[in-house]
Structure formats: structure tokens, C-alpha cells
């Protein structure tokens, strides 16, 4: 798959920092209550916010300022091609590969009731908490369930070593004294509860032992109808399946136009103003993000996956040309075919999102993308 939609790391990104700081716990039991927390990178590097102007490279219709792509690019022919039939059909495994995954989202481990908690164990809690016999914000499952996994989770005190001995279905007391430097919470009219150096007593229910195979759900009629049809509008195992089908054999031919464009056009130069944009709005999206969590970037490198900050510039610098390529062949194509995009088309795509999207990236920014869009289908739509 091309890497030409690499401005949009950014919104990926964002989304896997949300994930990975979640995990480290708000709640008022996990070890995070302190107003220190977020110090635990080095406050000298974390960066500070910058502007960006996602759309000064970009003119009024969504084309690179000043760059005429058909001077750059001969277009082969791209529409009606004979694409060959076994080269964009998904195979059986594939689309059971596709159905498991979609199933995994709902996938749940194993219950173990018949012994003990161990050290290790994973292990399924209720509790409700209270300091001086007042239940305060933030020290409740409110009978949701909650996963911890002893040794690894970060809970105040002992709190997950209490556990240890005591059997599925049993409700017992757990005695801890918060730290110095814990963080306040209310109480149910929310008047200030201080917590920090108070002994506290949270009324514990271990639901069930983790295993370590997990219960995938079966994909019939009724699972789809319940989990699938609002996302996808599917209503029968058949009719997703078909709908998968059709989602795999539709991404395989996007992939295929890509490689056929790739080989095919006659790119004579990319413009450097391009890749250097695209290299300049991404560095300055991930700086603001690490800044907006209080974090150096080599931490939000790695906590994204991406290892450190000099992994993801080596990233960047691999692939942006390609996507440079790809961005500089599409607005060939747009320009060929005399593609236009509108403010009202814009409108009644975004809604009442509009205004906040022009303010954060621009209209021009949002007509390329619209724009992308636009040409991406064409080529679905005539192969």
C-alpha cells in the first residue's frame, strides 16, 4: 500500500496517544492521582506549541501554489483498464482473515472461577471506595468491571497484592492509604474530599481470573445485526460477508491503480516544494501533540510505536518522495480532468464541523483533500 496520505499521520497519531495515555489511569485507585504525574518526562525538552498553516502551500482550488503538475507528469491511460480478475479477488482466507478481525473487536478471554487469584493473574474487579465512610468520585466501578493485572497494573498501595488468595464471586474489604501528593476528589455533592495521606477501605468483588485464550463470538445474523449494521448498514452474516468481499476487492484494485500508475506515468521531477510542506507540516503536528500531553517527542515516539524521534524522521524521509510522487500524479489527473472543488460542496460535506475544520487547517488544505478524494474515486469508478 502507497504512503501518499502520510499528512494525515497526524490524526492517526493522535488517536494512538489517546489510547496509550489512557492506560495510565485516571481513576482514583490507579497510581496517576498524583498532581505530579505528568512530570515523568524531562520538562526541559517537552516542546512548546506551534502554529501551523496547513494551507500556505496550497492556492484557492486545492492545487500545489504555483505548480502545474501536467508539467511535470504524462498521464498513461487510467481509466477502463483491463485489470485482471485474480489479481484484486480476495481469496477465502482473506476475507475469513477480515471476519476474525472484526470479530477480535469483541473477542473476550476466557472466565477462570475454580481457584484462586495468583500473583500475575489478570482478574476482572468491582469496587466501591470510601475514605472516613464517605464514597467519593472516581473510587467506583459503578458495577462495570474493571481488568487488572497483578504485578503490572498501577494501583495505589497494595491495593492489587490484597487480592492475592481470594476466590471469583468473593466480596471482601481492601484497606490502602493514598499518597503523599495525591490529588482531591468530591464527594457525591461535590464538596472536596482530600485524599492525600487519608486510609481508605474499597468494598472489592473479584468477577472472574483472566485466561489466556480468548471467546471469539460466532458471525451470525444476530451478531451483525446487533454490533455491525449501524457502522455498515449489514444485517445478515450473508450480506457482510459480501460486504467484505466487496471492501477487499475494492481496496485491491486501489492498490493495483497505484502500482499501474506508478510504473506507467512519466514523472520528469517533483517539485521539492512538496515534500518539504508535507516534511514540515507533519514534524510541526507531532511537535504540538507531544507539547499538548506534556511530553518530550522521543516519548511520543515511542509510546506511538515508532521507536524514537530519529526512527520516525528515517520513516519520513523513506517515504515522503513517494508520496510526493503519488500527491504530485493525482493533481495531475484533477487537473486533466478539470476537477473543481466548492465552498458549498465543502459545506454539506463537513456540516457543522465546517467552521472548525477551516479554522484548524484551512479551506485550501481541506479542498487538496477533498480533492484526493475526488480523484481516488474517479479511478474506482471507471476500472
Known amino acids: 500500500m502507497k504512503n501518499d496520505m502520510i499528512r494525515l499521520a497526524a490524526a492517526a497519531l493522535a488517536l494512538t496517544m489517546t489510547v496509550a495515555l489512557a492506560g495510565c489511569g485516571s481513576d482514583a485507585v490507579s497510581g496517576s492521582g498524583s498532581s505530579s504525574a505528568a512530570s515523568t518526562s524531562g520538562s526541559s525538552d517537552v516542546p512548546e506549541m506551534v502554529d501551523i498553516d496547513f494551507s500556505k502551500y496550497i492556492d484557492d482550488n486545492g492545487f500545489w501554489k504555483d505548480i502545474r503538475a501536467l508539467d511535470y507528469v504524462t498521464l498513461p491511460e487510467y481509466k477502463g483498464l483491463d485489470i485482471p480478475a485474480e489479481e484484486i479477488e480476495p481469496t477465502e482466507e482473506e476475507v475469513e482473515e477480515t471476519i476474525q478481525g472484526i470479530l477480535s473487536q469483541w473477542a473476550e478471554p476466557t472466565q477462570i472461577t475454580d481457584r484462586a487469584v495468583e500473583d500475575g493473574d489478570t482478574v476482572n474487579i468491582d469496587y466501591v471506595g470510601s475514605v472516613d465512610g464517605v464514597e467519593f468520585t472516581g473510587g467506583s466501578t459503578g458495577g462495570a468491571g474493571t481488568s487488572v493485572t497483578i504485578g503490572v497494573t498501577s494501583y495505589i498501595d497494595d491495593f492489587l497484592e490484597q487480592l492475592i488468595g481470594h476466590e471469583p464471586g468473593e466480596t471482601f474489604d481492601v484497606n490502602v492509604t493514598f ?65 467484505i468481499i466487496t471492501g477487499l476487492t475494492e481496496s485491491a484494485k486501489y492498490t493495483w491503480l497505484l502500482d499501474y500508475l ?88 463537513l456540516g457543522d464541523n465546517y467552521d472548525a475544520y477551516v479554522e484548524q487547517y484551512g479551506l485550501n488544505y481541506i479542498k487538496q483533500d477533498v480533492m484526493i478524494g475526488k480523484v481516488d474515486q474517479l479511478l474506482l469508478d471507471e476500472n
Open 179 to 243: 499518597p503523599e501528593g495525591y490529588n482531591d476528589s468530591t464527594d457525591a455533592e461535590g464538596n472536596t474530599l482530600v485524599l492525600e495521606n487519608k486510609d481508605a477501605v474499597f468494598v472489592t468483588t473479584i468477577n472472574y481470573i483472566e485466561g489466556d485464550e480468548l471467546v471469539y463470538p460466532e458471525f451470525t445474523d444476530e451478531f451483525v445485526a446487533e454490533n455491525l449494521q449501524a457502522t455498515y448498514g449489514w444485517t445478515t452474516a450473508d450480506e457482510a460477508r459480501q460486504g
Open 262 to 349: 506508478e510504473e506507467n506515468a512519466q514523472v520528469t521531477e517533483v517539485p521539492a516544494a512538496i515534500s518539504e510542506y508535507m516534511r514540515e507540516a507533519q514534524l510541526a503536528s507531532i511537535n504540538n501533540q507531544a507539547a499538548s500531553y506534556g511530553i518530550t517527542v522521543d516519548t511520543l515516539m515511542m509510546l506511538s510505536g515508532y521507536g524514537s524521534e530519529a526512527d520516525y524522521l528515517a520513516m519520513l524521509d523513506e517515504q515522503l518522495p513517494e508520496a510526493a510522487m503519488f500527491s504530485l500524479i493525482r493533481q495531475a489527473i484533477a487537473e486533466q480532468e478539470g476537477m473543481a472543488v466548492t465552498e458549498e460542496e465543502l459545506q454539506g460535506l
